[in-house]
């Protein structure tokens, strides 16, 4: 079962995804990537960059199986994980036999795969919380999620300003842009509103002056 701080980290996380995934596409325009030295050929002009990195992470979006005759594509592209995660959680509900597994999310027919897979995966997402590969499953999408929010310049701005966590006791709370505080130990990722931290610390505090 994925805790609920976990559980609430992976929702933000995949609502946050189409967004990154936007500014992922933006990145790979003409002229976004560095550019390399002056080319001569039959072409009049060099050909222009690309990032390398953005275009590994978004890779193909198909759920089909992708032509790789030369062997150089990636083993999993980064965006494939959103789709191949859509794709366990609705077979393993339809072999639970749930009608859910059946609901469609609401969209357009024209969606692209991930975009699909990313709706698929917020409204199963409770679900999904309780099934034995609850953790892998956040692992993975954190992990993609931290990577797009990289390569695209931290649109989503990292923690700072790290500060004792009342519930692990580790120095590992920051505060959010929102101004929630997080805690970025595995084993708590606890999420507390300001006043929560300060009900939290006051309570840790008493507890070990009592102690």
Not at 70 to 83: K, M, S
Not at 139 to 159: D, K, M, S, V, W
Not at 162 to 175: D, E, F, G
Request: glycine letters at 6%.
């Amino acid at each position: 079962m994925l805790p609920t701080p976990h559980l609430d980290r992976l929702r933000t996380q995949l609502r946050q995804m189409p967004e990154l995934i936007t500014l992922a596409h933006l990145a790979l325009l003409p002229g976004s990537g560095r550019r390399g030295a002056r080319v001569s050929g039959a072409t009049r002009t060099a050909p222009l960059p690309c990032r390398i990195d953005v275009l590994s992470a978004i890779g193909p979006t198909s759920a089909a199986a992708v032509t790789d005759p030369y062997g150089d594509q990636a083993v999993e592209p980064g965006l494939g994980i959103l789709a191949g995660w859509a794709q366990v959680v609705l077979d393993d509900r339809r072999r639970a036999n749930d009608w859910s597994a059946w609901a469609r999310p609401h969209g357009r027919a024209t969606e692209r795969t991930v975009s699909v897979a990313i709706k698929v995966l917020l409204l199963h997402l409770d679900w999904s919380a309780d099934r034995p590969y609850a953790r892998d499953l956040a692992e993975e999408i954190g992990q993609l999620h931290a990577h797009l929010n990289r390569i695209t310049g931290q649109p989503f701005a990292g923690l700072a300003r790290r500060q004792p966590c009342p519930r692990c006791h580790l120095l590992t709370v920051a505060v959010r842009p929102d101004g929630m505080r997080e805690c970025s130990s595995p084993d708590c990722w606890a999420v507390l509103s300001e006043q929560e931290y300060a009900d939290r610390a006051e309570q840790a505090l008493a507890e070990l002056a009592a102690a």
